[in-house]
């Protein structure tokens, strides 16, 4: 069984746009995210990333999960690690 899924952007119906209200924001970043970690996008992304631009997503999406996950949330949701 696979450890990951990216299913809100494969069922998700409704508008997506930043600004509007709290919900659709969070419905546009969890969707343009799930877009944006796919592995065809991903293959060809990377390869043109600069060390800098790398080191950017690295910081920031660790920083949001150092803020906003606990230390055993990090390890069973990011990790994706056993009880």
Request: aromatic residues 10%.
């Amino acid at each position: 069984m696979a450890k990951h899924s990216h299913k809100f952007i494969e069922t998700f119906d409704g508008f997506l746009g930043y600004g509007l209200d709290r919900q659709s924001d969070e419905h546009t970043v969890q969707a343009y995210l799930q877009k944006f970690s796919d592995d065809r996008l991903m293959e060809t992304v990377l390869k043109r990333m600069t060390d800098d631009d790398l080191k950017e997503i690295f910081d920031v999406v660790s920083k949001m999960l150092k803020d906003h996950l606990t230390e055993p949330e990090y390890h069973r949701l990011f990790l994706k690690e056993e009880d």
